[in-house]
């Protein structure tokens, strides 16, 4: 791979990870008042995937969508407004973090129910195929959602009319506080189940930015030459608290040993040692992307702080069309 | 004992008492257990009858309705309502139906418990009160306790009843406290209650807003108003002459719900109201709800939407007739947004 790609893959590795860092540094203030739900540990998956995207592909995303709308290039900005709920934010403030939304960047949006962007991200495909446009649609997913109908119903869908879909499923083990082996069988290989349906399955390291890249290239490149749906699980894991900014293992929920064993594969850690070894980033380079991202950063905050807050005459618009 | 512990209480009595009881639910044994709601019932009664699900909420609904063919008496726990809206083929086309459609050969005993959120955020989401749909539907029960007394006492009687029942606890009631009877306590469902007495105007409040409803009561007292806050308690089956009763002793009605007025649970009071007591009514009746859109993210916005006490008391103060602006209750100390000020987000 270049040495500008690769530089550029960490990049935004990194922007991610020091975005949400920001966040949860920030979230005590008690200024962004909505739920949160960190990406931080599975940056790797979101960049790999939409790196493989082109410009006119679209993504839909669940609950956990920052990493998601910033890896699609969503703008900071409008994401941050939209955490501390202001006027200038990516919905105006209505949406709060779970529902993103940046459509110039192709990011379509994101819900608060599990599972539930699933069809949506299958009928975009199929609008798309029916207008005759050349669009790969990525619909991102955790675990927990392939547990719901509208998966099986949509990836049927998706399979019969071999749509342009890539299903990118995050697989961290956890739903909230409950792990796999409550909610699915012993042995289950979940995106196995998927090629079942008939679909394309491929699966990897989701702490790999390189290998998420490879396998989502592969992914985009089937579904884009229509041959139909692909189902991308790539392994992956929370650091954090389901929902918030701090960290949650006290709760016993899962083990200090699990949690240790995957903070070792930090996808940022990983990727700098091998970016280091082949001599593309040394100190200097990073410190200026560091140096970089903070600034963007602080501008970000800084935009989202000084935004005012959204009209009180907004609230009654935007409930249906034609009403401003 | 709090609201959250009441219910706790309840399950765990229910539990207890008939080995055909279970629990199960996103999140029902895991550490937090439903903000408090399950914990440590999986380790007291067995993970055969205290268990997670899969995310899965339509086909769990109806895995639980067959359970009950073989005899089992199902409570299903959603931390949020809006989750629930995903079962509501199960609920409303199979459990509502079932005693019905069968000619009475079956009967559904389950009990969803549906929580109901409110501030930092929740957004469109997470915060809907949907009971005045589930109250439309022949063959639900729908029951919405607003004490944690009430909490254990129509829970228990929701487990024991032989019918599907929608039990909604509003995420703001589970801080709060209130005396609650040791063991076997239980409330009938459609039987509701006057949480304050009064002569001049009845506050008909839905779930929390019975709070408001006496917040304002007490606060219109000093001021000349004799208020009688009415909690229905449950709303299918309704207390039909607890409510007549109160109507017409007052003569004046306002109804507080928490949900939206349009086609909602208050336009069912209030029709009631004017149906059957038309000629006690010496006002109009007057209902207060969600602003009419979906429920913003931003607490700038979500702000405006809740009714709270002074807009109870400003529509006694009208009803009343009195003269001039109605009195303004102090401005609230904590931000809007949180039930209390231990709240510091973020669920
Ligand atoms: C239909 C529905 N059920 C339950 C929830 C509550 N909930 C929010 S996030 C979540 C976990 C989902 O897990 P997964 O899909 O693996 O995503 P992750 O949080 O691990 O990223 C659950 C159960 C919900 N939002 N929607
Ligand atoms: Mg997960």
């Known amino acids: ?324 | 004992m709090k609201f959250g512990e009441a219910v706790r209480e309840a399950l765990d009595f229910c539990l207890g008492a008939d080995p055909d009881v279970v629990v199960m639910g996103l999140g029902v044994p895991d550490p937090k257990g439903v903000f408090g709601t399950t914990v440590g019932l999986q380790k007291k009664h067995g993970a055969k009858r205290v268990m997670d699900m899969p995310t899965a909420e339509n086909g769990m609904t109806g895995v639980l309705l067959g359970a009950t063919l073989a005899g089992l008496r199902p409570v299903m726990v959603h931390q949020r309502l809006d989750f629930a809206v995903l079962a509501v083929e199960q609920i409303v086309n199979q459990a509502a139906k079932w005693r019905y459609m069968y000619g009475g050969r079956q009967s559904a005993p389950l009990v969803f418990r549906l929580i109901t959120g409110r501030g930092w955020g929740q957004g469109t989401q997470h915060a809907q009160s949907l009971h005045s749909w589930f109250a439309h539907i022949p063959g639900l029960k729908v029951v919405m306790p607003a004490t944690p007394g009430d909490a254990k006492g129509l829970l228990i009687s929701a487990v024991e009843d032989d019918d599907p029942v929608v039990f909604i606890e509003h995420r703001w009631l589970h801080g709060v406290h209130g005396d609650v009877p040791a063991g076997a306590h239980r409330v009938p469902l459609g039987s509701a209650r006057v949480a304050r007495a009064g002569h001049d105007v009845t506050l008909f409040g839905v779930s929390y807003m019975v709070l408001e409803c006496l917040r304002a009561a007490e606060f219109l007292a000093e001021h000349g108003v004799s208020a009688e806050v009415f909690d229905p308690r449950t709303l299918r089956p309704f207390d039909e002459a607890a409510f007549l009763a109160s109507v017409r002793k007052t003569g004046r009605l306002v109804v507080a719900d928490t949900s939206w007025t349009f086609s909602g649970f208050s336009a069912e009071a209030a029709a009631l109201a004017a149906d059957k007591a038309f000629s006690a009514l010496k006002a109009p009746i007057k209902r207060l709800g969600l602003a009419d859109c979906p429920m913003p993210s931003t607490p700038a916005l979500a702000n405006l939407c809740y009714p709270r006490a002074q807009e109870l008391v400003d529509a006694a103060w009208s009803v009343c007739g009195k003269a001039g602006p109605a009195p303004r209750l102090p401005a609230p100390t904590t931000p809007l947004d949180v039930p209390d000020p231990s709240f510091t987000g973020p669920f």
């Open chain 1, 1 to 324: 791979m270049q040495r500008a790609v690769r530089l550029d893959l960490y990049r935004r590795l990194l922007r991610l990870r020091l975005v949400e860092e920001r966040i949860a540094e920030l979230y005590p203030q008690q200024e962004m008042r909505c739920p949160v739900h960190l990406s931080i540990g599975q940056e790797a998956a979101a960049v790999g995937v939409c790196a493989a995207l082109e410009k006119g592909d679209w993504s839909m995303s669940g609950h956990r969508p920052h990493a998601h709308y910033l890896a699609m290039g969503g703008d900071l900005n409008a994401m941050m407004a939209e955490l501390y709920g202001r006027a200038t934010g990516c919905c105006g403030g209505k949406g709060g973090s779970m529902h993103l939304i940046d459509r110039k960047a192709g990011f379509m949006g994101a819900t608060a129910i599990v599972a539930s962007t699933i069809p949506m991200a299958v009928g975009a495909a199929f609008g798309s195929q029916v207008r005759g446009e050349k669009r790969v649609v990525v619909s991102f997913l955790g675990d927990a959602a392939v547990e719901e109908g509208v998966f099986h119903e949509a990836a049927n869908f998706a399979v019969l009319k071999k749509l342009p879909v890539v299903f990118a499923c995050e697989n961290n083990l956890y739903s909230v506080y409950s792990g796999l082996g409550v909610r699915q069988p012993k042995g289950r290989v979940i995106h196995r189940q998927a090629a079942s349906y008939g679909m394309k399955a491929l699966a990897g390291d989701g702490n790999d930015v390189e290998e998420s890249l490879a396998l989502a290239r592969q992914a985009v490149a089937w579904a884009r030459s229509g041959k139909g749906p692909v189902f991308l699980e790539l392994a992956t894991y929370r650091w954090r608290e389901h929902c918030g900014p701090n960290y949650d293992n006290d709760l016993g929920y899962r083990t200090m040993k699990e949690y240790r064993a995957w903070r070792k594969l930090c996808p940022l850690e990983a990727y700098e040692r091998v970016l280091r070894k082949a001599k593309l980033l040394g100190d200097a380079e990073l410190g200026l992307m560091r140096k970089d991202i903070a600034a963007e950063l602080d501008a970000a905050v800084r935009f989202a702080k000084d935004s005012p807050a959204p009209d009180p005459k907004t609230l009654m618009t935007d409930v249906y069309a034609g009403a401003a």
